[in-house]
Structure formats: C-alpha cells, structure tokens
C-alpha cells in the first residue's frame, strides 16, 4: 500500500485496504460505505491526497447548493459523508464521465444511503448506481484479524488455492470469547475493555434513535424494538408477523405498525444506516428461482450491538449459553464476510446460507464468479465440532453424489469453531478452525 500523507496516526491496515487500491486502478471512484464507526474515513485518508468533510461547518449547505465545489482537491480526493448532500453523487459521476480514462479520482465515504421521501431502499441503489464509473466496498468493524486478536495464519484465500497448515491458535477460554463479543470490533475501542467498550455501542444505538430516525421520519421507538428483535432473533430466517409478535407481544401496537409495509419499511431504514446484514439463500444453479423463496437470516452489523441491544454485559453472556452461541456466529459471520468480500474473485453477494426441505442447514456459504464455493458450520466449541461435519458432509453427500446433477464438489469445508486451539484437517480437504487462527 502507498503511502499517503493523510494517513491518521495509528492508523491499523484494514483487509479493505487491498480492495481501495485495486478499485482505484480500475473505476473513476470509489465509494466506501458501512456503518458509522468503523473506520472507513481513516480507511480511505490512507489511499487518498486531499479530502473534504461534507458535515463540516457550512460545507453540508454549500454541497447542496453546488455539489461541484466538493470535488475541488488534490485526487485521489476524499469526499467524507457524501450522503449528507446526495448531489455530489451525481456531480462525481459526470466528472468521471468527463475525461475519458479517469481512474481513481475521488473516494466517497457514507454511513447510509440516502433516501428521498417515500422511496425504498431497493429504489436508492438503483438510483445511486454509478455502474461502470463508480466501484462500490463495503466495510464493517474489525475483524479479529484486523484487530490483531487472530493470528490470521489460516487464510481464506488460500484454503481455495488449497493452502493449509496445521496450526495453533492463541490462548484463550469462553470469558476471552465473551470479551471480545462485547468489545466489538470498532477502531476506538479495540484496547478498551468489554464493560467499556459497551457504553460505546450503546450510545451508538442512542444515536441512531434520537438523530437518525427523527430525520428519516421513523418513530424511534419502532426501529428501537425492531432492532432488539433482531437481536433476540440473531441468525433466524423469521417472518415479518414474527418480529411484530415479538416487538410487541401481549402489548397493543400502534395503529399500521404491525402491517407488513410499515415492518418492510423500518427494516429498510435500519439496513440503509448499515445497522444489520441479510444473508440470503443459496442453492448451486446461479439461475435457481430458489435463491430468491428462501427467507433471509439477519446479522446485526456487530456483535456488540447484540449484546448492547439485549441490554446484557459480559457475565450475563456468559451464564446464557444459547445467546453466547448466536452471538459467536454473529461474530464469525461478521469476520467472514470481510474475508470474503476481499477475494479478488468473489461472487457479487460472495456470502450466503443453505436451506433444504429436508431439514439440513449449513450456516456459510461462500461462493465466487467461476462457481468455486465452499461451506463453513459455526460451532461455539469443540464439543460440536462432530455435528458440524455431519451437516457438511451430508450436504456434499446431497449435492455431489449424482452426477447428473452436475454440481462441483466444494473447494473445502470447514467447521469455524469459537473455543477451540487447534486448527487442522480432519478429512480430505475438510478443516476445523478456530476463529482466533482465521484471516483474509
């Protein structure tokens, strides 16, 4: 990685760096976009020669007047909170467009996409498309590779160049695992403490009620219950009649709130501000209409936002074992996603979930352009690691066995296992992996 003059001091590589450089060289800008806090500024400062801060002083009102102004700087130019005057989207795109062979002239940063009264988040990012002259990253907190909590000697990218050595991760039981669940993986607090690191996330979900919501004209308190569903529901494929049952319980809800437009409506102002994830279905034909019936599981963005959401800390986690468990694989599917994103030849959505009508589940599936894939069981311990393998290889069994059915076999699969010491293969081309040896 080059480097810039901007970059902050203290600045810890991010696995994005890698993707910014590459975009750079290929698309006339680059958005990187994510959840407030997870360093995408810093991210971008490193790659960058000039940089305006839209939130800035009076600079929110001159970008709306003239998004062109934004533009002046030094390129590649870093244009920070892009969303909060939707023109220069539009002004970098024709500046692109202006000189026939711009490559890397602007970096816009953004912590939601921005949405006109009454459109659908769908709507936005189609309007917002930039195909062709703007390339889009997507970043997340810290993965613990990232935050120097895995060794990383495990790579994902080699696992599908079929590299892999036996390894042992560093030390560190269920209270080390709870920890770092709690602490997150935003920039500020990866030396803080987890009880500390929690009023982090807390007044991070404080702001989004009393800032966020009021100027996208949603009631708080609806997103704010919406959003403690979706932790207490972390990973599940539900309805939207659940999540209301759930929101509400035995209580009357307010008039419409139940109806499935208003839950769809909430949701989509949760996902724009990068609150949570969907992972979608996958079955092995691109063209399936099954990608599209199978429900999709939600993530919250972090796992600290789980534990903050359900109002718990450290020793409440760590006495409720069901929940320490859906918090891991919130934390494990957060870190793979990263991984993922950053192979160079991932798949468009490069991280999915399988599903049959026969029962068998597995929780990862990462695919890539040329059809490579492999699957990956999240399990707490090793005590599951055994149940695991049975779903995966049951799942190559069900896919691979009939030839006529003209399914590659899965580059490898693997059990990523939360406490766990030994990274190893344990059949050909199966692995068990400790989240603490995993990296890009």
């Known amino acids: ?148 909590d895995s060794t990383g000697r495990v790579s994902l990218a080699g696992l599908f160049r079929g590299e892999f050595s036996p390894c042992r991760a560093d030390g560190g039981g269920a209270r080390a695992l709870v920890e770092l669940i709690c602490r997150g993986g935003w920039p500020e607090v990866i030396d803080m403490s987890a009880v500390d690191a929690l009023l982090v996330s807390r007044e991070y ?29 972390l990973g599940q494929s539900v309805t939207y009649k659940t999540l209301v049952r759930d929101m509400y319980g035995s209580e009357e809800e307010p008039s419409g709130a139940s109806s499935d437009d208003t839950i769809a409506d909430y949701l989509s102002a949760l996902r724009s501000l990068y609150l949570y994830d969907e992972l979608h279905g996958w079955v092995p034909p691109a063209r399936s209409p099954k990608r599209l019936a199978v429900k999709p599981k939600r993530y919250l963005a972090d796992p600290s936002l789980a534990v903050a959401l359900l109002g718990m800390g450290p020793d409440a986690l760590l006495g409720d074992w069901q929940t320490f468990g859906l918090t891991f694989e919130n934390l494990a599917v957060r870190d793979l996603q990263t991984y993922a994103r950053a192979l160079p030849d991932s798949a468009t959505v490069p991280v999915r979930y399988y599903r049959d009508d026969s029962g068998l589940e597995v929780d990862v599936i990462i695919e890539l352009l040329d059809g490579r894939w492999a699957a990956i069981e999240i399990k707490t311990s090793e005590e599951k690691v055994d149940e695991g393998l049975a779903a995966l290889r049951r799942l190559k069994r069900k896919l691979t066995a009939n030839p006529a059915s003209r399914v590659r076999p899965p580059e490898f699969v ?10 190893r293969e344990v059949g050909e081309l199966e692995y068990v992996l400790p989240i603490r040896c995993l990296g890009a």
Request: charged share 25%; hydrophobic share 40%.
């Open 1 to 148: 990685m080059r480097k810039s003059t901007l970059t902050p001091e203290g600045y810890l590589p991010r696995v994005a760096d890698a993707q910014i450089e590459r975009y750079l060289r290929v698309f006339g800008a680059v958005e990187v976009a994510g959840p407030k806090w997870c360093g995408k500024t810093w991210s971008s400062l490193a790659h960058a020669s000039s940089v305006v801060y839209v939130d800035e002083g009076s600079n929110t009102s001159l970008a709306r007047a003239d998004p062109s102004l934004m533009l002046e700087g030094e390129q590649p130019h870093v244009i920070d909170e892009w969303q909060r005057a939707p023109g220069i989207w539009n002004a970098v795109r024709h500046a692109v467009d202006a000189k026939r062979g711009t490559r890397g002239a602007f970096i816009l940063t953004g912590s939601s996409t921005p949405l006109a009264e009454g459109e659908k988040q769908q709507d936005a990012e189609a309007r917002h498309s930039g195909a062709g002259r703007i390339g889009r990253i997507r970043m997340a907190p810290m993965t613990l590779y990232e935050s120097g």
């Open 414 to 423: 693997a059990v990523v296992v939360g406490i766990s010491e030994f990274a």
């Open 205 to 233: 979900l404080a702001s989004i009620w009393a800032e966020s919501m009021p100027r996208m004209r949603k009631r708080p308190q609806t997103a704010e219950r919406l959003a403690v569903s979706l932790a207490r529901n």
